[in-house]
Protein backbone atom coordinates (compact mmCIF):
# COMPACT_ATOMS: atom_id res chain seq x y z
CA UNK A 1 0.00 0.00 0.00
CA UNK A 2 1.13 4.08 -0.02
CA UNK A 3 2.89 5.51 3.23
CA UNK A 4 1.63 9.20 3.84
CA UNK A 5 3.88 11.34 6.07
CA UNK A 6 3.02 14.71 7.33
CA UNK A 7 4.70 17.37 8.61
CA UNK A 8 4.78 19.31 11.27
CA UNK A 9 2.36 17.59 13.62
CA UNK A 10 1.61 20.95 15.44
CA UNK A 11 1.69 24.52 13.90
CA UNK A 12 1.59 28.05 15.45
CA UNK A 13 1.48 30.60 13.30
CA UNK A 14 0.59 34.73 13.77
CA UNK A 15 -3.22 35.72 12.06
CA UNK A 16 -2.18 36.83 9.24
CA UNK A 17 1.27 34.70 8.47
CA UNK A 18 1.80 32.11 5.86
CA UNK A 19 1.09 28.39 7.19
CA UNK A 20 2.97 25.45 5.18
CA UNK A 21 2.27 21.99 5.84
CA UNK A 22 4.20 19.09 3.87
CA UNK A 23 3.43 15.10 2.70
CA UNK A 24 5.59 12.68 1.19
CA UNK A 25 4.41 9.68 -0.14
CA UNK A 26 6.06 6.31 -1.36
CA UNK A 27 3.89 5.35 -4.13
CA UNK A 28 4.56 7.00 -7.54
CA UNK A 29 1.17 5.51 -8.98
CA UNK A 30 -0.93 7.56 -6.45
CA UNK A 31 -2.65 10.14 -8.81
CA UNK A 32 -4.65 12.65 -6.37
CA UNK A 33 -3.63 14.21 -3.68
CA UNK A 34 -6.60 16.30 -1.43
CA UNK A 35 -6.44 18.62 1.60
CA UNK A 36 -8.77 18.06 4.23
CA UNK A 37 -9.61 20.17 6.90
CA UNK A 38 -11.23 19.08 9.65
CA UNK A 39 -12.63 20.96 12.99
CA UNK A 40 -13.32 19.02 16.14
CA UNK A 41 -16.35 16.99 16.00
CA UNK A 42 -17.03 17.49 12.51
CA UNK A 43 -16.51 15.59 9.39
CA UNK A 44 -13.26 16.48 7.19
CA UNK A 45 -13.93 18.87 4.87
CA UNK A 46 -12.39 19.20 1.12
CA UNK A 47 -10.42 22.27 0.66
CA UNK A 48 -8.15 22.09 -2.46
CA UNK A 49 -7.05 18.86 -4.53
CA UNK A 50 -4.24 18.62 -7.25
CA UNK A 51 -4.25 15.52 -9.78
CA UNK A 52 -0.46 14.33 -10.41
CA UNK A 53 -0.78 15.74 -13.85
CA UNK A 54 -0.65 19.14 -12.48
CA UNK A 55 2.06 20.99 -10.41
CA UNK A 56 0.35 24.03 -8.31
CA UNK A 57 -3.05 25.22 -7.82
CA UNK A 58 -4.15 27.48 -6.34
CA UNK A 59 -7.57 28.98 -4.47
CA UNK A 60 -7.66 32.19 -2.91
CA UNK A 61 -5.59 31.83 0.16
CA UNK A 62 -4.99 28.86 -0.38
CA UNK A 63 -2.42 26.50 -2.87
CA UNK A 64 -0.89 23.04 -2.96
CA UNK A 65 2.15 22.27 -5.03
CA UNK A 66 3.12 18.42 -6.01
CA UNK A 67 6.73 17.55 -6.76
CA UNK A 68 6.10 14.06 -8.54
CA UNK A 69 9.99 13.36 -9.10
CA UNK A 70 10.69 13.91 -5.09
CA UNK A 71 6.95 12.58 -4.08
CA UNK A 72 6.02 15.02 -2.19
CA UNK A 73 3.11 17.91 -2.12
CA UNK A 74 2.36 20.97 0.29
CA UNK A 75 -0.41 23.21 1.35
CA UNK A 76 -0.19 26.63 1.75
CA UNK A 77 -2.30 29.24 3.17
CA UNK A 78 -1.27 32.79 3.53
CA UNK A 79 -3.20 35.54 5.39
CA UNK A 80 -4.30 32.71 7.78
CA UNK A 81 -7.51 34.14 10.07
CA UNK A 82 -8.15 32.81 13.33
CA UNK A 83 -11.00 30.37 11.57
CA UNK A 84 -8.38 28.45 9.68
CA UNK A 85 -7.46 26.71 13.02
CA UNK A 86 -8.28 23.35 12.71
CA UNK A 87 -6.74 20.09 11.64
CA UNK A 88 -5.52 19.23 8.50
CA UNK A 89 -5.44 16.21 6.89
CA UNK A 90 -3.32 15.03 3.41
CA UNK A 91 -4.39 12.14 1.25
CA UNK A 92 -2.67 10.47 -1.76
CA UNK A 93 -5.06 8.25 -3.85
CA UNK A 94 -3.74 4.94 -4.89
CA UNK A 95 -6.03 2.98 -7.22
CA UNK A 96 -8.75 5.07 -5.52
CA UNK A 97 -8.35 4.30 -2.34
CA UNK A 98 -6.94 7.00 0.49
CA UNK A 99 -4.06 6.52 2.61
CA UNK A 100 -4.14 9.66 4.98
CA UNK A 101 -1.20 11.60 6.59
CA UNK A 102 -1.51 11.97 10.15
CA UNK A 103 -2.57 15.38 10.81
CA UNK A 104 -1.63 18.80 11.90
CA UNK A 105 -3.42 20.91 13.92
CA UNK A 106 -2.95 24.78 13.39
CA UNK A 107 -3.63 26.88 15.46
CA UNK A 108 -3.56 30.85 14.68
CA UNK A 109 -3.59 33.41 16.76
CA UNK A 110 -4.94 36.31 16.87
CA UNK B 1 -23.23 20.21 -4.07
CA UNK B 2 -21.19 16.91 -2.85
CA UNK B 3 -23.10 17.26 0.66
CA UNK B 4 -23.03 13.57 2.38
CA UNK B 5 -25.18 13.34 5.89
CA UNK B 6 -24.64 10.94 8.70
CA UNK B 7 -27.58 9.59 11.09
CA UNK B 8 -27.17 9.47 13.81
CA UNK B 9 -24.66 12.32 15.03
CA UNK B 10 -24.38 10.71 18.55
CA UNK B 11 -24.84 7.54 19.86
CA UNK B 12 -24.65 5.99 23.62
CA UNK B 13 -25.57 2.05 23.52
CA UNK B 14 -24.83 -0.50 26.06
CA UNK B 15 -22.11 -3.42 25.55
CA UNK B 16 -23.83 -6.76 23.62
CA UNK B 17 -26.18 -4.48 21.71
CA UNK B 18 -26.32 -3.17 18.18
CA UNK B 19 -25.98 0.36 16.45
CA UNK B 20 -27.12 0.89 13.05
CA UNK B 21 -24.92 4.04 11.50
CA UNK B 22 -27.04 5.42 7.88
CA UNK B 23 -24.81 7.72 5.38
CA UNK B 24 -26.67 9.07 2.68
CA UNK B 25 -25.32 11.25 -0.45
CA UNK B 26 -27.66 14.23 -0.69
CA UNK B 27 -27.21 15.47 -4.18
CA UNK B 28 -25.56 13.00 -5.67
CA UNK B 29 -25.44 9.26 -7.06
CA UNK B 30 -22.50 7.20 -4.96
CA UNK B 31 -20.91 4.19 -6.95
CA UNK B 32 -18.98 3.90 -4.21
CA UNK B 33 -18.65 4.80 -0.24
CA UNK B 34 -16.50 4.02 2.18
CA UNK B 35 -16.08 4.26 6.01
CA UNK B 36 -13.47 5.31 8.27
CA UNK B 37 -12.89 5.06 11.99
CA UNK B 38 -10.69 7.65 14.09
CA UNK B 39 -9.70 7.32 17.01
CA UNK B 40 -9.05 11.17 19.44
CA UNK B 41 -6.26 12.89 17.68
CA UNK B 42 -5.39 10.31 15.18
CA UNK B 43 -5.56 10.02 11.10
CA UNK B 44 -9.04 8.26 9.49
CA UNK B 45 -8.65 4.61 9.14
CA UNK B 46 -10.38 3.04 6.64
CA UNK B 47 -12.36 0.24 7.70
CA UNK B 48 -14.19 -0.61 3.95
CA UNK B 49 -15.23 -0.05 0.97
CA UNK B 50 -18.79 -0.34 -0.22
CA UNK B 51 -20.18 -0.44 -3.94
CA UNK B 52 -23.58 -0.39 -4.49
CA UNK B 53 -25.33 -3.74 -4.89
CA UNK B 54 -22.01 -5.46 -3.92
CA UNK B 55 -20.41 -6.86 -0.93
CA UNK B 56 -17.78 -4.75 0.84
CA UNK B 57 -14.16 -4.96 0.84
CA UNK B 58 -12.88 -4.89 4.48
CA UNK B 59 -9.75 -4.08 5.44
CA UNK B 60 -7.08 -6.27 6.95
CA UNK B 61 -8.19 -6.50 10.60
CA UNK B 62 -11.50 -5.44 10.35
CA UNK B 63 -14.05 -8.01 11.31
CA UNK B 64 -16.32 -8.58 8.52
CA UNK B 65 -18.96 -10.10 10.86
CA UNK B 66 -18.69 -7.60 13.45
CA UNK B 67 -19.18 -4.54 10.95
CA UNK B 68 -21.76 -5.38 8.46
CA UNK B 69 -21.85 -3.06 5.81
CA UNK B 70 -24.65 -2.93 3.40
CA UNK B 71 -25.07 -0.46 0.26
CA UNK B 72 -28.83 -0.94 -0.33
CA UNK B 73 -29.04 2.25 -3.05
CA UNK B 74 -26.51 4.79 -4.98
CA UNK B 75 -27.05 6.86 -1.95
CA UNK B 76 -27.50 4.85 1.15
CA UNK B 77 -24.87 2.97 2.59
CA UNK B 78 -25.62 1.61 6.15
CA UNK B 79 -22.63 0.54 8.84
CA UNK B 80 -24.20 -1.92 11.59
CA UNK B 81 -21.84 -2.25 14.58
CA UNK B 82 -22.99 -5.78 16.25
CA UNK B 83 -22.34 -7.02 19.77
CA UNK B 84 -20.72 -3.53 20.41
CA UNK B 85 -18.41 -3.25 23.40
CA UNK B 86 -16.41 -0.22 24.70
CA UNK B 87 -13.57 -0.81 22.73
CA UNK B 88 -15.64 -0.08 19.65
CA UNK B 89 -16.23 3.56 20.87
CA UNK B 90 -15.13 5.69 18.41
CA UNK B 91 -15.69 8.30 15.58
CA UNK B 92 -17.24 6.61 12.63
CA UNK B 93 -16.89 8.92 9.57
CA UNK B 94 -18.44 7.76 5.96
CA UNK B 95 -17.07 9.36 2.53
CA UNK B 96 -18.74 8.97 -1.12
CA UNK B 97 -17.21 9.14 -4.39
CA UNK B 98 -19.47 10.39 -7.08
CA UNK B 99 -17.92 8.49 -9.51
CA UNK B 100 -15.83 9.53 -12.81
CA UNK B 101 -13.22 11.18 -10.64
CA UNK B 102 -10.95 10.77 -7.32
CA UNK B 103 -13.03 12.91 -5.40
CA UNK B 104 -14.49 11.55 -1.77
CA UNK B 105 -16.67 13.67 0.28
CA UNK B 106 -17.19 13.49 3.79
CA UNK B 107 -20.27 12.96 6.21
CA UNK B 108 -20.17 14.83 9.72
CA UNK B 109 -18.98 11.66 11.50
CA UNK B 110 -20.97 9.60 14.42
CA UNK B 111 -19.73 9.49 17.85
CA UNK B 112 -19.79 6.06 19.04
CA UNK B 113 -20.15 5.47 22.79
CA UNK B 114 -20.29 1.99 24.20
CA UNK B 115 -20.97 1.85 27.97
Known amino acids: GENVEQHPSTLSVQEGDSAVIKCTYSDSASNYFPWYKQELGKGPQLIIDIRSNVGEKKDQRIAVTLNKTAKHFSLHITETQPEDSAVYFC?????????FGTGTSLTVIP | GAVVSQHPSWVICKSGTSVKIECRSLDFQATTMFWYRQFPKQSLMLMATSNEGSKATYEQGVEKDKFLINHASLTLSTLTVTSAHPEDSSFYIC???????????FGPGTRLTVT
Open chain 1, 91 to 99: AASLRNQFY
Open chain 2, 95 to 105: SANPGGGYEQY
